[in-house]
């Protein structure tokens, strides 16, 4: 693991991944500490404040305090897209590689259903699921999971077919091991590198996928200071103040960059021939 | 003396690696003089390819050339440009490598390959060239050349490919053809065959040769001298037959001595009475049977044969002639027709092995690479079939004893041993089960000849110490010949011969064993 770590850090990717990561962590942890101002106390007569002294970040039409609102709306947006695409992950790649070790008839219903799935686009899914279960974070949460369920699905099996045909799955298989076992224990270690790439990439995603969520009012609900519904709700000021649409674009685009910088980093990283 | 045609004087080669550079050829002075062929012999990562590369001036970026020389005739390699290299590939130099399959454009015809070389070095013209390409693809034993002018690689065999190569390797007349394991990527009767028209067009033409190769014997039958390289270095150079004869080197020595020979058996006990596992009319068919399309392609069929307790069955055949479905077949890995006898039960199906089965029937395969889980220490690889089959994970230092490996090796990964190594982990946990038969399918195959030997040897004292029955599955006669108590020949997915080695030299054997034999490489030292 702090070999992993080393690795990581060498290229100029990863380091700089980690720290953006770094910096947002804190954010969500020291976040409500951190503010300098209550993020839901008006001020009438601060409203439209252009980033200055009192306002770093300016405030918003009703004279809140937006680098506040984006300190705490870390708290709310990150661990959401990280927890949705976990779970995603975990599923897709545990299907995936079982898919992959069952093949023949097993391997073809459950890729075609994947494929069917697959076929509805990620944003749509995620809308249909929020508008059937009801509007809200948690939803939301599940919304994305199952949303990113068919790709990962996708990316796991095509690895997992060549480990299959190795041969210390047939020698699993030779001495009688279970299903779970050589699934979970031989196989899915060796398929885990392209796994966490595509999970760390997909968090971005993610962190989009919700951000569109509540600009479309799907999502969180206001006054929650989440990224996504600050730039809904600054869309109506754009002319009047910029700087509430770019402040939380800027901070739903330097998370997403951060974590594809650390996806690029670990699949250097990962690479276990790369031992020199 | 006659200037010789190839001499490579002092020369050396390193590689830069992110671990500073890495020495591959140390201070190698070879000559090969006209008409003289230059046999080659190491075991792998001792630098014969990059030997090869380096005469051919096509070395990878990061290699260094602190000194030596490299001489052609009177024309210093090392010293001429990329341009004027191109006019010595091919026109004064050719070569032959392991792989036909890769060394053919699979875009172009065979033909069109062919006369390009023609076109470039010779100067003739389309016509004049197809001409001279059909000759040249008469002149090694091609039937129809015409036809197989217009093929592409797809549509040839490996030993058409093969001679297809050596066609236009000798097409522009050269002085020097380098050949790198031409024959290793074939088996082993179009490979004996390659190698018989190599000699005769050697002769014809007196071109002078150099002959790079893993496999002794081989070489022994094709060139005059050999030069034994050893981690970069030339540790010996003779004529042929005092090298296999009166080796001087004691690493020589050791690489002659680990040639499997026939006629000194490393087995003399008798096999047990009765029968430990019976196959019955064993048939395997690869693919989904579907409504529409062609039927499933069968990998074995009929085929029956009986393992005694302690008996060394070996099972020979070329590439493709069902001897690894039948080890499949037999350790539950592929669906199966007819029916397995063991311990008094019949069995029809893999879901029929139950755990007795499994436990008494072990499989050991090709590729260590490949059937050790990289992602485990070799620790927690031994542990598992302990586990399963009701044994301590205690006695892994046991097992690692057993094997000749030190106990230390239980806390390292795969990739941190080599591939010898490996292969003795892979026998150790088959070797965890405490099994009755081991399913060997190919595992010395990819090792060196030396690791080779001392592997066979770690087999043999397993099976004094647990009399356990060995199926050996091997394309090496001569490797069969020495150890095992009866032979099971194979071929295109049937048995045609099973009878006890001695009778091997007998008269009622099928013809195709007698060609098997007769490909094989006539052991080193066994002919003058």
Redesign the interface.
Known sequence: MTDLLRRLLRTPQGALGLLILLLIALACVFGPSLAPHDPERMNILGRFRPPGAQNWMGADQLGRDMLSRLLIGARTTVPLALLATLAGSAVGASLGTVSAYLGGRWDEAIMRTVDAILAVPGLLLALLIVSTLGKGGGNAVLAVAIAFVPGMTRVTRSVALSVRRQDYVSAAIARGEGGAWIVFREMLPNVAAPIVIETTIRVAFAVMLFATLSFLGLGAQPPAPEWGLMVSEARRYLHQAPWMIVSPGLAIAVTVIGFNLLGDGLRDALNPRDDR | MTRPVLDVAGYTLDYA???GPYRALDDVSLQIAPGEVLGLVGESGSGKTSLAWAIMRALPGNAIEPAGAIRLGAEDLMRMDQRAMGAIRGRRIGMVFQDPAASLNPTLTLGRQLTEVLERHRGLDRAAAWREGIEALRRVELRDPEALMRRYPHEASGGEKQRVVIASAFACRPELIVFDEPTTALDVITGARILDLFRRLRQETGVAGLYISHDLALVGRVAGRVAVLQRGRVVEQAAAATIFQAPAHPYTRALVDAVPRPERRLVRDEPGDGELIAARDIGVRYG?RRWFGAAPVSGARGISLAVRPGEILGVVGESGSGKSTLA?AL???APFEGEIGFAGRRITAPAG?D?AY??AV??V???PD???????RVGSILE??LR??GGEAASIPRLLEEVRLPAGFARRYP?QLSGGEKQRV?VA?AFA?NPALVVCDEITSSLDVSVQASVIELLLALRRQHGTAYLFITHDLNLVRQIAHRVAVMRQGELVDLLPTAALDGADVHPYTRELIAASPTPVGARP
């Open positions: 690696t992110r671990a989904r499949r350790t539950g890995l092995m755990a499994r436990r072990q499989i395969f090709q590729h490949a059937s050790l889980n990289p992602r485990q598992r079939p399963l089959y990739h892979a946990r089960a």
